[in-house]
């Protein structure tokens, strides 16, 4: 039977994690084994629970309690689930739920860059993508279209933030994915040669007067790419793309410059795909 508790103290400490926290207070970057993460809606926590991701807590309309929740409700032994109406869980969030449950889980730990792209042959680097919903859009492509492993740079959004889980409809837990580097100065020197040292070849995401056409032959022959996006707005750094071994761009017309990062992702993945 589930562990339910009906909420009757906003001020409760063990609902801190779901209404009073910050997503970096959730990540506890200094002790990361103790850091949890907020998964939402029945599907995202299924595909989490699949994953081997431990539930902490749960938050959830009543009537989800033996409505859609139920099934992975059986799946999460003595977590508490704290329920109330939506109204109510409104209140204490300050945000609408969608499809009213929210799950907090265990941070994993993070692999070995190396061990994660032994045998890939398409990887992603996300270069200081800071919006959520972008890292979010950018994994569901990646699931979709057969990219082996996300790499994120140390400034970049956490792709465990609760927007982005939830974007990426749990196709986050799917993707193999790690930080390349520990601090920002680790980006792009020793995460470039560490990609080169693992084989691969670097295609930047970029207009300039240098780049080729996504769908270039040579670019298409490479053995194991990386695929690197930049950030919002700017894009890639200067020393980024310099130290790339190909600058590639996806023809515009009707005089559009450029694509959302997270729209140019899925084009990229796609033309690029490993044959």
């Known amino acids: 039977m589930p562990n339910v508790r ?22 506890c970057r200094l002790e990361p ?8 809606s029945p599907k995202v926590i299924a595909r989490a629970l699949d994953a081997g991701c431990e539930p902490v807590s749960l938050l959830m309309e009543r009537r989800h309690v033996e409505g859609d929740a139920a099934e992975i409700l059986a799946r999460c032994g003595a977590a508490p689930v704290y329920t109330g109406e939506r109204a109510l869980l409104e209140r204490l969030t300050g945000y609408e739920l969608t499809r009213g449950v929210l799950c907090a889980m265990r941070r994993p730990a993070l692999p070995d860059a190396a061990a994660l792209c032994a045998k890939a042959r398409r990887v992603a680097v996300l270069e200081n993508i800071v919006d959520a ?10 699931a979709a279209l057969g990219i082996d492993a996300v790499l994120v740079t140390p400034s970049c959004c956490d792709p465990l933030c609760r927007r982005a889980v939830r974007v990426s409809m749990g196709t986050v837990f799917q ?10 100065a680790d980006w792009p020197g020793r995460g470039m040669a560490q990609l080169r040292a693992l084989g691969f070849k670097t295609a930047a995401m970029a207009l300039c007067d240098t ?9 298409m022959a490479e053995e194991k790419l990386a695929i690197v996006l930049g950030t919002e707005g700017t894009g890639l750094a200067q020393s980024t793309i310099a130290a790339c071994d190909y600058t590639a761009r996806i023809p515009m017309q009707r005089g559009v410059d450029s694509l959302n990062v997270a729209a ?4 990229a993945f796609w033309q690029l795909r490993a044959k």
């Open 6 to 27: 009906e909420i009757t103290d906003f001020s409760a400490p063990e609902l801190d994690v779901f209404a009073r926290l910050t997503e970096a207070q959730l990540r």
């Open 33 to 40: 084994e103790k850091g949890v993460f907020i998964a939402e």
């Open 133 to 142: 919903t972008n890292v979010g859009a950018i994994f569901r492509s990646a």
């Open 175 to 184: 993707v193999p994915w790690t930080q390349l580097g520990r601090e920002p």
């Open 211 to 219: 780049s080729v056409p996504i769908d270039d032959p040579r670019l």
């Open 264 to 267: 140019a992702s899925a084009v």
